[in-house]
Antibody, heavy 119, light 109 residues
Framework: EVQLMESGGGLVQPGRSLRLSCAASGFTFDDFAMHWVRQIPGKGLEWVSGISWDSGGIDYADSVKGRFTISRDNAKNSLFLQVNSLRIEDMALYYC????????????WGQGTMVAVSS | SSELTQDPAVSVALGQTLRITCQGDSLRSYYASWYQQKPGQAPILVIYGENNRPSGIPDRFSGSRSGKTASLTITGAQAEDEADYYCMSRDSSGYHQRLFGGGTKLTVL
């Protein structure tokens, strides 16, 4: 089955760190660019970061630049997001998403992992 | 930075046709893609590119673009179409940069 499965979320204090993971299965992972998108409960979608198939190209939203780091391990079919210096406003459900090979769209999404930030 | 603007809410009678719009400067250069999200679920892609539907998306969903406005049209809305809809496009500031619209909540009456 073609799927993405996120993990690594949890409750952390402001200023602390987490490493989110996304396990891909059912498709050739290194054929695709990958992205992270987050959603505060009850609010809209916010693009966070994207990475090319070979990690040669990486972009971040201004809101996370310098604090978050995206990476991937194609040998392990895995995508990661290192989230440092967490803020209250980073509290959200974090989705990983696959970039379509033929367009700019995201054609496959995981179910998300929740990051809660509270002192 | 650029942004994409959507109407917060739209309602339609069962079986009628509706259009959800998305406006932004990035749409002059890039196609929008559209996502449907139901409560408690991850988004799913419904329209991408000029007007393409992924496998399994009903043909009542269609997309178009004119100038800096992209539109998602649902022809003959069904009760199961009630959801939040988001547009997304590339952002010229980076190859992997993306922008989401604020979302439109569709109510089917």
């Amino acid at each position: 089955e073609v799927q993405l499965m996120e993990s690594g979320g949890g409750l952390v204090q402001p200023g602390r760190s987490l490493r989110l993971s996304c396990a891909a299965s059912g498709f050739t992972f290194d054929d695709f660019a990958m992205h992270w998108v987050r959603q505060i409960p009850g609010k809209g979608l916010e693009w966070v970061s994207g990475i090319s198939w070979d990690s040669g190209g990486i972009d971040y939203a201004d809101s996370v630049k310098g604090r978050f780091t995206i990476s991937r391990d194609n040998a392990k079919n895995s995508l990661f997001l290192q989230v440092n210096s967490l803020r209250i406003e980073d509290m959200a459900l974090y989705y990983c998403a696959r970039a379509s090979g033929s367009s700019d769209a995201f054609d496959l999404w995981g179910q998300g992992t929740m990051v809660a930030v509270s002192s | 930075s650029s942004e994409l603007t959507q109407d917060p809410a739209v309602s339609v009678a069962l079986g009628q046709t509706l259009r959800i719009t998305c406006q932004g400067d990035s749409l002059r250069s890039y196609y929008a893609s559209w996502y449907q999200q139901k409560p408690g679920q991850a988004p799913i892609l419904v329209i991408y590119g000029e007007n393409n539907r992924p496998s399994g998306i009903p043909d009542r969903f269609s997309g178009s673009r004119s100038g800096k406005t992209a539109s998602l049209t649902i022809t003959g809305a069904q009760a199961e179409d009630e959801a939040d809809y988001y547009c997304m496009s590339r952002d010229s500031s980076g190859y992997h940069q993306r922008l989401f619209g604020g979302g439109t909540k569709l109510t089917v009456l």
